[in-house]
T-cell receptor, first 111, second 109 residues
Framework: NAGVTQTPKFQVLKTGQSMTLQCAQD?????MYWYRQDPGMGLRLIYY???????DKGEVPNGYNVSRLNKREFSLRLESAAPSQTSVYFC??????????FGDGTRLSIL | GIQVEQSPPDLILQEGANSTLRCNFS?????LQWFHQNPWGQLINLFY???GTKQNGRLSATTVATERYSLLYISSSQTTDSGVYFC???????????FGKGMKLTVNP
């Protein structure tokens, strides 16, 4: 049982490059989330998807786009990466009114 | 928006000691979770506890929703308990988790 799987685990980009972070869950959860964690801080919500075909903004959505490809997969795209987007990105999923389960994170550095 | 305050921000213990971590929140919540982030960065679910008391081995948690706080107790601490502990709340009417800034625990042998 893999739970929540994020790819890649590490990535280095140059300013202005684009990339997509992938997330997949095998628990048949309805809701999926993307967070970022900056040093010394808790996680902040970027976007979430309450169900397949729906997405909504979180606390820090600027500079990101998301796609809920199907029930299993929720991707996060950086169209033009900026150094301020250097962070650790976490994906999570859950059933409504149940605990969120997190992936192991993607460490992204933008030079 | 809702504010989540964790205390203390840092704690250093000797192995075998007990500790209490506190989480205060500024508004009513549907749900509350405690997480442990280990030194490898993984977030481990400890408790899902919107109200009441739960226990899991050496760890227990209590949430008093009417007074807007939760406590995490760690008894007989071990070096493997080291890491950062986060409290996260789900405000009423929202599906979104709001995290506190975390509490760094160091347990020395």
């Amino acid at each position: 049982n893999a739970g929540v799987t994020q790819t890649p685990k590490f990535q280095v980009l140059k300013t202005g490059q684009s990339m997509t972070l992938q997330c997949a869950q095998d628990m048949n959860h309805n809701s999926m989330y993307w967070y970022r964690q900056d040093p010394g801080m808790g996680l902040r919500l970027i976007y979430y998807s309450a169900s397949e075909g729906t997405t909504d903004k979180g606390e820090v959505p600027n500079g990101y786009n998301v796609s809920r490809l199907n029930k299993r997969e929720f991707s996060l795209r950086l169209e033009s990466a900026a150094p301020s987007q250097t962070s650790v990105y976490f994906c999570a999923s859950r059933f409504l009114n149940q605990p969120q389960h997190f992936g192991d994170g993607t460490r992204l550095s933008i030079l | 928006g809702i504010q989540v305050e964790q205390s203390p921000p840092d704690l250093i213990l000797q192995e075998g000691a007990n500790s209490t971590l506190r989480c205060n929140f500024s508004d009513s919540v549907n749900n509350l979770q405690w997480f442990h982030q280990n030194p490898w960065g993984q977030l481990i679910n400890l408790f899902y506890i919107p109200s009441g008391t739960k226990q899991n081995g050496r760890l227990s948690a209590t949430t008093v929703a009417t007074e807007r706080y939760s406590l995490l107790y760690i008894s007989s601490s071990q070096t493997t308990d080291s890491g950062v502990y986060f409290c996260a709340v789900e405000p009423g009417g929202s599906e979104k988790l709001v995290f506190g800034k975390g509490m760094k625990l160091t347990v020395n042998p």
